[in-house]
């Protein structure tokens, strides 16, 4: 089962500020996912990122939003100008064996306010 | 869009019960997943089904991969204080994106 390490645990920050969550698998992974949670709801898909692009994006996923593999090892989400309809926590998750399940991260709590 | 309806919707039980939930959709999956979630914390896998009809146990945990693969189920056993949580089921269709059913609460009482 691989591992994530997802910061920060919390991040609260002022409406239109960017932002950039990061996720740092403990081994190197070329595929990962990016869901988030509004409080109280369900799990919701944003986007899969592979070898440097995006697979696969949802409707949520807008051009206030992107991923990217700054460095090699860490995956990042930028939201470039928050909503407060952003506040959720945003979950990195990286694929089993099997390529069918995912691995979820501790998350990371946004609050826009 | 592609729909995942858990039932029930909460629980609330005793110590020592049996628990049965399920995740229906409308639509056809390949893969079925449960998850448990703990308030403020990442979704962790519990089980993973692949075929139409299987049925796999992880412990007190068994789960079922419906015959008409638009449907599962998670039955817990004997049930104790941690399997406190929340539930989802989740689907996998065409790509390996993950849709997630709307939850299942469950509340233990000793």
């Known amino acids: 089962e691989p591992e994530v390490t997802q910061t920060p645990s919390h991040q609260v920050t002022q409406m239109g500020q960017e932002v950039i969550l990061r996720c740092v698998p403990i081994?190197?992974?070329?595929?990962f996912y990016w869901y988030r949670q509004i409080l109280g709801q369900k799990v919701e898909f944003l986007v899969s990122?592979?070898?440097?692009?995006?697979?696969?994006k949802s409707e949520i996923f807008d051009d206030q939003f992107s991923v990217e593999r700054p460095d090699g090892s860490n995956f990042t989400l930028k939201i470039r100008s928050t909503k407060l309809e952003d506040s959720a926590m945003y979950f990195c998750?990286?694929?089993?064996?099997?390529?069918?399940?995912?691995?979820f991260g501790q998350g990371t709590r946004l609050t826009v306010v | 869009g592609q729909q995942l309806n858990q039932s029930p919707q909460s629980m609330f039980i005793q110590e020592g019960e049996d628990v049965s939930m399920n995740c229906t959709s409308s639509?056809?999956?390949?893969?079925w997943l449960w998850y448990k979630q703990d308030p403020g914390e990442g979704p962790v896998l519990l089980i993973a089904l692949y075929k139409a009809g299987e049925l796999t146990s992880n412990g007190r945990l068994t789960a079922q991969f419906g015959i008409t693969r638009k449907d599962s189920f998670l039955n817990i056993s004997a049930s104790i204080p941690s399997d406190v949580g929340i539930y989802f089921c989740?689907?996998?269709?065409?790509?390996?994106?993950?849709?997630f059913g709307t939850g299942t609460r469950l509340q233990v009482f000793p």
């Open positions: 998750a990286l694929p089993g064996a099997e390529n069918t399940e995912a691995f």
């Open positions: 990122f592979y070898n440097n692009e995006i697979s696969e």
């Open positions: 081994s190197n992974h070329l595929y």
């Open positions: 989740a689907g996998q269709r065409d790509t390996d994106k993950l849709i």
């Open positions: 639509s056809i999956f390949n893969t």
